[in-house]
């Protein structure tokens, strides 16, 4: 499975960019896909995430503002960002998982990451 992502860049502080991630080479509608983050000298975080299923979780800093969401005919996810802050500067990172049977330990697909820069 690849991933790649396109969206990023730079924005004004209250500014709204949306991510695309489009997948190629597995059955995209069976995988949880996610998007995290990783800002200089920070560990990667969990920004968001939707199931196979379409449900959806967030980190409690993005609530209310990003929205992730799926077009399984295109086999890609989008977050949508919105109220952009400067703490939200970082690289962003398609995540897809696999179904994957119990006891077994998933197979994870990351895309090449996207820079996202929220600054005047």
């Known amino acids: 499975v690849q991933l790649v992502e396109s969206g990023g860049g730079l924005v004004q502080p209250g500014g709204s960019l949306r991510l695309s991630c489009v997948a190629s080479g597995s059955i995209f509608s069976l995988y949880d896909m996610s998007w995290y983050r990783q800002a200089p000298g920070k560990q990667r975080e969990l920004v968001a995430t939707i199931t196979s299923g379409a449900s959806t979780n967030y980190a409690d800093s993005v609530k209310g503002r990003f929205t992730i969401y799926r077009d399984n005919a295109k086999s890609t996810v989008y977050l949508q960002m919105n109220s952009l802050k400067p703490e939200d500067t970082a690289v962003y990172y398609c995540?897809?998982?696999?179904?994957?049977?119990?006891?077994?330990?998933?197979?994870?697909?990351w895309g090449q990451g996207t820079q996202v820069t929220v600054s005047t």
């Open positions: 995540h897809g998982r696999p179904p994957t049977p119990l006891g077994q330990i998933p197979h994870d697909y």
